[in-house]
């Protein structure tokens, strides 16, 4: 049982170029999220999906795109990386809710040059 | 004003202290509590869970609730050193659905020293 799965690691970005960061999760939780943490900011939420086909934008959405073809998979798609996108990114799944507490992934450490 | 405020410390004490950690709050709406530990460089993992007010106790962990004051703790007995992390604060006013939202406090480093 892998839990919530991310990729990569870690990555550096031009400014202005794209890319997406993986989650996956195999639990059939139906609730997943993706959150950034920086330093004195704590995790912020960037969009949440509560289920296949249904996203919805946390507190801050801009310059994120997010999909939900399949319960597993939730990947984050940076549409032109700006360096005020440095940050950890997490991706973090729940049975159904904020009240189930989450189970975390291990982290994508993206920096944008 | 932040709905959830927590020290970022950091906090260091000697291996054996108990450690307080606290977060305070404004939504009195939230209902369900929980303890978050992070390594360094790794994803937050679930400490502790809490519905309501009141006291849970795991091990050297309890987590204590007191709605009256939107006040939430976490002590840790005989603190080791294995104990040096993150701790974060969460809650949510919900148990599912897409308005309940885990928010978190920020953080507070806990440095247990040998």
């Known amino acids: 049982n892998a839990g919530v799965t991310q990729t990569p690691k870690f990555q550096v970005l031009k400014t202005g170029q794209s890319m997406t960061l993986q989650c996956a999760q195999d639990?059939?939780?139906?609730?997943m999220s993706w959150y950034r943490q920086d330093p004195g900011m704590g995790l912020r939420l960037i969009h949440y999906s509560v289920g296949a086909g249904i996203t919805d934008q946390g507190e801050v959405p801009n310059g994120y795109n997010v999909s939900r073809s399949t319960t597993e998979d939730f990947p984050l798609r940076l549409l032109s990386a700006a360096p005020s996108q440095t940050s950890v990114y997490f991706c973090?799944?729940?049975?159904?809710?904020?009240?189930?507490?989450?189970?975390f992934g291990s982290g994508t450490r993206l920096t944008v040059v | 004003q932040k709905e959830v405020e927590q020290d970022p410390g950091p906090l260091s004490v000697p291996e054996g202290a108990i450690v307080s950690l606290n977060c305070t709050y404004s939504?009195?709406?939230?209902?369900?509590f929980m303890w978050y530990r992070q390594y360094s460089r790794k994803g937050p993992e679930l400490l502790m869970y809490t519905y309501s007010s009141g006291n849970k106790e795991d091990g050297r962990f309890t987590a204590q609730v007191d709605k009256s004051s939107k006040y939430i703790s976490l002590f840790i007995r005989d603190s080791q050193p294995s104990d040096s992390a993150t701790y974060l604060c969460?809650?949510?006013?919900?148990?599912?659905?897409?308005?309940?939202?885990?928010?978190f406090g920020t953080g507070t480093l806990l440095a247990v020293q040998p």
């Open positions: 639990m059939n939780h139906e609730y």
């Open positions: 973090a799944s729940s049975p159904e809710g904020g009240g189930y507490g989450y189970t």
């Open positions: 939504n009195s709406a939230f209902q369900y």
């Open positions: 969460a809650m949510s006013a919900g148990y599912g659905g897409a308005t309940n939202k885990l928010i």
